[in-house]
């Protein structure tokens, strides 16, 4: 079939792929045991250097009249059918890298942590590094910086602190259909020595030769730029940094959408959506590309979260193929509607001009509002004591609950599955409100709420950054961090399927608060530490489901910071009578 593809491709003169993509060579996960590196003579990032760096006080909060007020869900510790381990830690990033890479990471928060699972084995990356499990939770390679696996230049020159190649937001993802691996990140390249020369940005992706992470890996970057250099489209008032790249998969492409920011004036220009031929990925040939332009849609063209598809899910074949997307409405203020798209005809991927479409309906959905930051439970703050005894004024920091985009989406038992942070009230606190939204491609599209929610804990403790994976049964999982005056920050869950979603379990309990630079005012914080930006969740090969958040491990530290990932294996049976509540 591959062939057949690229001789009729060759027959109808397709000899130019989209000037955007490049290949990169291949490279691969194994690594020796890190280096000499300590974490007493490694960067840290200014936050005016890169946004990630420094916490914030989020958007004005929303009148409180106007709150979710859902009744608390009950937390339990038990955790039948669940089992879980350590993830990666910010010591872990910190100390990764060998040869010239040994010593050039960085202090960052938050993580990021992205997750994917298949075969047998476990892939988590954080937002600096990235290493590999098996399923028994065993670590299978030594953690490796992200920019040693993209092969680029170092993160930072250790002598003289400069910024070579700053990436950020990673997303993996294992296609279970074509059995291999794929993982992004968003790339800025160093500025520029003539200031008249425009910075330019890129998505990197990597695709698997194999089933097994660990093995070879091919290599792309994709110019995102946009500023109608290089054959990039012209949008706005770009050059642009392409912000988040969320991915997603169908049958023909692999899909990754981002969001446009002036490098001149850090102002949004617009979302776009990336859709690459998924054949040519696979034979490590470049592929024939489609982008995507997202009108602005009332608040809600940014941050379109690409569908996923579990092991024995169907893909959406009406149309000619299509690929769907959520989003909601990041206005500010509380909002009433979400956004089903649909990318079209997404078989022409496999022609030399692809030819897609991009529609969107609203759905009508429960209340969501721009959620405040999460309380933290007292304790032992080393870090904020040495600031302290240095005269520095820092409060327990609270931690960032973002905003109100769309999380991580599935397309399951022919239903997207997705969650998002939100305000909940009496008191106000951070919840999770989630979806279960049934797309109709069959004339146009069309598409209709089956079930929404809200997971909120009682008194003033917070659920933020959900993650939802579904197996093609449609049972799943929506896991997330949690934290408030009665919790260190931890890792609970809730079980999900079309009935509803079911307690609180509390899987992994938090050791200790937050104590990182991102919140403190010594490191240019305003007592708001960066978390999240986002969870992990993935299906596994029999229908078992994985997830991954941040939390406070009893583990040892880095100076600067404390968090941890827990990773968990959750098994869904047919039969399991969760969600029971009302």
Known sequence: MTEGTDAAAEAFGCHSPSPIVTRRGTTSLSAPPTGAATDDNLLVLDSGEIEAAGGSEGPEPPPPGSLPRPAPTPVTRDNPGASGFNGLTHRDQLLAGTGKYAGTQASLEPPDVPLCAGNGFVLQAVNLAITAYDRRGDRLVAPVPLNQFFRLRPLVDPETGTVNEFISDPKCYFDPEVRRWFLTIFQVDPLPVDPAEPMRSHVELAVSKTDDPTGEWNLYEVDTTSDGEDGTPEVGECP??????????????????VNLFSFDTSEFQAAQVYALQKSALLRGALPQVDVLGV???????????????????????????????????????PEERIAVWAATNT??????????????????????????????????????????????????????ADDVRMQQVYFADGKLWSGLNTAVADPERAGVAWFVVEPDARRGLAA???????????????????????????????????????????????????????????????????????GYTAFGGEGVSRWGDYSGAAVDDDGSL??????????????????????????????????SRP
């Open 448 to 518: 209709r709420m089956v079930n929404q929610g809200y997971i909120a804990l009682g008194d003033a403790n917070s659920a933020i950054y959900p993650a939802v994976a579904v197996n093609a049964r449609g049972k799943g999982a929506i896991v997330y961090s949690i934290s408030g005056p009665d919790f260190f920050p931890s890792v609970g869950y809730s079980l999900l399927d079309e009935r509803g979603a079911g307690l609180v379990h509390l899987l992994a309990e938090g050791a200790r608060p937050e104590d990182g630079l991102s």
């Open 240 to 257: 642009c940094m392409a912000d988040q790249p969320l991915i997603g998969a169908d049958r023909f492409g692999l899909y990754f959408s």
């Open 295 to 333: 009108p602005a849609q009332e608040g809600a063209g940014a941050s379109l979260q690409p569908a996923l598809i579990p092991p024995r899910g169907r893909f959406e074949r009406r149309n000619g193929g299509t690929q769907y997307f959520l989003s909601s409405i990041n206005s500010g203020r």
């Open 347 to 400: 078989r022409s991927l496999e022609r030399c001009a692809p030819d897609i479409a991009l529609d969107q309906v609203f759905v009508p959905s429960l209340g969501y509002a721009p959620p405040p930051p999460a309380l933290q439970k007292p304790g032992p703050t080393p870090l904020r004591r040495l600031l302290q005894d240095m005269g520095f004024d820092e409060p327990l920091e609270r931690l960032n």
């Open 546 to 579: 994985w997830l991954a958040a941040e939390y406070i491990p009893d583990l040892p530290r880095s100076t600067l910071a404390n968090w941890g990932t827990f990773i968990a294996h959750v098994r869904r049976d047919a039969t399991d009578p969760e969600p």
